[in-house]
């Protein structure tokens, strides 16, 4: 089923996912720039004796910020607590989890921009000063007990940093941008997974599934995972690159690696707008998706394969675009 493909974790993948995450810095394939800048905001911190500051990483799903997130925690040999934006909606949640934390703690919050107002606002403080104040009662009579809390470091993930408000983004002191993997990277990622999980993966197998992984190391390893099912089902257990071709034909992966919903909106784009230019939200209608999947799942890949433009008056199809969906591209359309 093309849904199991997509860039975004699905329960059967956690499991999995704990094993094949990279434990240190040393492990963590790729995002060259970003290890660089994370280890000297690390280091400078450590060696001045002080809390590093807070760290947003930024970019599409599955590109390794809960990975890189942990990695940081360990590197700094200090214990990392795990939540999300949606899982804060009250107030008390949050200032339970600060209150819990432990000096030189990570707290990591995911999808930070989905974060509720209150819950958001608490954070500032706690941010800034270590401290949360502690509304109790309701009306004239309510009171703000203020909280000292043990001075952490906040690591917040997000798919979408445009969505964050201005003082929340301001507060971070260094925020990193995950860029897609290149095809060389990929093959690192999966030859190493592939090493943990016991799969006989030849080098024009690694080369096949690296090529059409989307950019992003959980396709990667999940697209591993459904090559080696065929290996050992339908062939001697060995993924090379025909039996990595097989496979992934059965799975509807295409050449590129663009699964079915990245299909859908080109064919779109192509077909029902003539190639655009045409709204993310109208373009999502159409596909029957949320305008939030299309923006932060479906079109950084696309728009990072040559294959969407954005506009000002909207998204268009590429030349390449065209090609895609076997129909010849007009003039017009940009190279
Ligand atoms: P999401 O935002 O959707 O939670 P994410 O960006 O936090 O995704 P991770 O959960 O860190 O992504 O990564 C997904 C999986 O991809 C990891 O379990 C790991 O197996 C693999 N992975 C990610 N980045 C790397 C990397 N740089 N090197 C090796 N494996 C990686």
Same mark, same amino acid.
């Given at each position: 089923?093309?849904? *199991? ?24 394939v790729?995002q060259?720039?970003?290890? =660089?800048?994370?280890? /000297? ?9 002080e809390?590093?500051?807070h ?8 590109l ?13 040999g *200090? ?9 804060? =909606? ?18 990591f ?38 909280l ?19 003082? /929340?983004?301001d ?7 995950? $860029? ?11 030859r ?8 006989? /993966? ?28 065929f290996?050992?089902v ?15 034909? #059965? ?28 709204? #993310? ?9 949320e305008?939030?999947?299309v $923006?932060?799942v479906?079109?950084?890949?696309? #728009? ?8 000002p008056?909207?998204?268009? *199809? ?13 003039q017009?359309?940009?190279?």
């Open positions: 089923d093309g849904v *199991a493909l997509t860039p975004q974790q699905d329960l059967g993948d956690q499991d999995v996912e704990t094993t094949l995450r990279p434990r240190k810095l040393s492990e963590f790729g060259a720039r970003v290890r =660089e800048q994370l280890e /000297l905001v690390l280091h400078g911190a450590l060696k001045r004796g809390q590093p500051d760290v947003l990483f930024s970019g599409p799903p599955g390794g910020k809960t990975s890189l997130s942990m990695i940081m925690a360990t590197e700094l *200090a214990s990392i607590r795990v939540t999300s934006g949606p899982a804060l =909606e009250r107030p008390g949640d949050l200032a339970a989890m600060l209150s819990n934390l432990a000096e030189g703690d990570v707290l919050i995911d999808e930070i921009h989905r974060i509720a107002r209150p819950a958001e606002e608490m954070l500032y403080l706690a941010m800034e000063d270590y401290r949360v104040d502690i509304v109790v009662g309701k009306g004239p009579g309510a009171t703000s007990i203020p000292e809390l043990a001075p952490f470091t906040l690591v917040g993930a997000t798919t979408r940093s445009g969505a964050l408000t201005g003082p /929340l983004r507060r971070f002191g260094f925020t990193a941008h995950m $860029e897609f993997y290149s095809a060389t990277e990929l093959e690192l990622v999966v190493r997974s592939a090493g943990i999980l016991g799969v006989d /993966l030849r080098d024009d197998g690694a080369t096949e599934i690296a090529r059409r992984s989307r950019g992003t190391p959980r396709i990667a390893n999940r697209l591993l995972r459904r090559v080696r099912d290996a050992e339908r062939a001697d257990g060995v993924v090379d690159r025909e039996v990595a071709r097989a496979a992934l034909a #059965v799975y509807d992966v295409d050449e590129m690696g663009l699964d079915r919903l990245d299909r859908a909106v080109l064919a779109a784009l192509v077909k029902s707008f003539h190639g655009g230019p045409v709204g #993310v939200s109208t373009l999502a209608v159409a596909v029957g998706e305008p939030s999947t $923006e932060e479906c079109e950084p890949y696309l #728009v990072r394969a040559g294959m969407i433009a954005r506009t008056r909207g998204r268009v *199809a590429t030349v390449a675009a065209w090609q895609h969906v076997g129909l010849t591209p007009p017009h359309a940009p190279g």
